[in-house]
Each structure stands twice: as structure tokens, then as C-alpha cells.
């Protein structure tokens, strides 16, 4: 059974800085892309960053071009994303996810939920002013 379980969010100061963790179930995790999604209540979920299945390509949304960064580790199945200058605009529930499409990572054809196969469970994000 596929799993996905993120960690690293919590409460942080406008400015400062998190790094989220999503720790998938081997083997399938170095085959797929990995995509990271938030959610702010009364909000739908949006797109954030995402990151081919080789880790050479990325695609990041405008609202966080710059200020993070998604990585990845195929011997620890493991995806980061490093989010720097927090605003509290960033305040929401962040998810990973992931996409048996090989293709996927590097242009906005990643940032549609429905392009991903798998879902962690959340982690709450909160930057306060």
C-alpha cells in the first residue's frame, strides 16, 4: 500500500523559515513526481511546487517563485520543500503529492490536482504577522 506522510509544518514568524518533509512508501517513490499543494480554509487547494520523478526539472507557483524550494531523495524517499520569507499570506494546510506521470515536473500542466495519483494527509502551516 502506497503511503505518504508530511511533517516539519508548526507556527513561524513573517520572515522566517520551514522546511516540510514527505516520506513516501518504497519502492514506487523514485518512479514518481512529487508535488506539494496547499489549502487555506474557505480556499481551494492550490498548487505550489513540484519536482520530475529525476529531480532534474522543477516548476514552482508565482506566489512562492524564490522563497522555496523542492528537493528530493530517492534513497530516502524523501521530498523537502524549504520555504523561506514566510508571509502570512502562506498560512495553510500544505499536502504532498505524487504522479505516475513521467512527464511531469517542469511546466504548469503540474499544477492540477487531478494529475496526481497520491495524497499525504496535511500539515498545517501557520505564519503569523
Known amino acids: 500500500q502506497v503511503r505518504m506522510t508530511e511533517s516539519g509544518g508548526g507556527l513561524v514568524q513573517a520572515g522566517g523559515s520551514l522546511t516540510l518533509s514527505c516520506e513516501a512508501s518504497a519502492p514506487f517513490f523514485s518512479s514518481y513526481a512529487m508535488g506539494w499543494f496547499r489549502q487555506a480554509p474557505g480556499k481551494e487547494r492550490e498548487f505550489v511546487a513540484v519536482i520530475h520523478w529525476s529531480g532534474e526539472n522543477t516548476y514552482y507557483a508565482d506566489a512562492v517563485k524564490g522563497r522555496f524550494t523542492i528537493s528530493r531523495d530517492g534513497i530516502k524517499n524523501t521530498a523537502w520543500l524549504r520555504m523561506n520569507s514566510l508571509k502570512p499570506e502562506d498560512t495553510a494546510v500544505y499536502y504532498c503529492?505524487?504522479?505516475?506521470?513521467?512527464?511531469?515536473?517542469?511546466?504548469?500542466?503540474?499544477?492540477?490536482?487531478?494529475?496526481?495519483?497520491?495524497w499525504g494527509q496535511g500539515t498545517q502551516v501557520t505564519v503569523s504577522s
Open positions: 503529492a505524487a504522479s505516475g506521470n513521467t512527464r511531469l515536473g517542469g511546466d504548469r500542466s503540474a499544477s492540477y490536482p487531478r494529475e496526481y495519483d497520491y
